[in-house]
C-alpha cells in the first residue's frame, strides 16, 4: 500500500519560503516520478511542479517557475518542494502526488495522493 504524507505547510508573510515534504511509503519509491499540485478554496487542483524518477528532470509551471524548486531523496523516498519569494496567490492546499507515466502536468496521470498541507501566503 503506497502512502504518501506531506508535511511543512504553514503560514508565511509574503516575500518569505517554506519547505514542502512528502513521506513515501510502500511501492518503489525510485521508479515513479512525483510531482506536487496545489488547490486554493474555489479553484481547480493545479499543477505546480515535477520530478523525473531520478531526478534530472524537471518541470514547473510558469506562476512558480524561478521561485520553487522541486527535488527528491531516492534513498530517503522523499520529495521536496522549496517555495521563495512566496506570494498571496499562493495560498492553497499543497498535494504530492506519484506519477507512473504520462504526461507530468495532468492530474489523471497521477495515480497516489497525499492528504496535502496547507500553505497560507499573508500580504
Known amino acids: 500500500q503506497v502512502q504518501l504524507v506531506e508535511s511543512g505547510g504553514g503560514l508565511v508573510q509574503a516575500g518569505g519560503s517554506l519547505t514542502l515534504s512528502c513521506a513515501a511509503s510502500?511501492?518503489?519509491?525510485?521508479?515513479?516520478?512525483m510531482g506536487w499540485f496545489r488547490q486554493a478554496p474555489g479553484k481547480e487542483c493545479d499543477f505546480v511542479a515535477y520530478?523525473?524518477?531520478?531526478?534530472?528532470?524537471?518541470y514547473y509551471a510558469d506562476s512558480v517557475k524561478g521561485r520553487f524548486t522541486i527535488s527528491r531523496d531516492n534513498a530517503q523516498k522523499t520529495v521536496s518542494l522549496q517555495m521563495n519569494s512566496l506570494k498571496p496567490e499562493d495560498t492553497a492546499r499543497y498535494y504530492c502526488?506519484?506519477?507512473?507515466?504520462?504526461?507530468?502536468?495532468?492530474?489523471?496521470?497521477?495515480?497516489?495522493w497525499g492528504q496535502g498541507t496547507q500553505v497560507t501566503v499573508s500580504s
Open positions: 510502500g511501492g518503489t519509491f525510485s521508479s515513479y516520478a
Open positions: 502526488a506519484r506519477n507512473p507515466g504520462g504526461r507530468y502536468d495532468r492530474r489523471y496521470e497521477y495515480d497516489y
Open positions: 520530478i523525473s524518477r531520478s531526478g534530472g528532470i524537471t
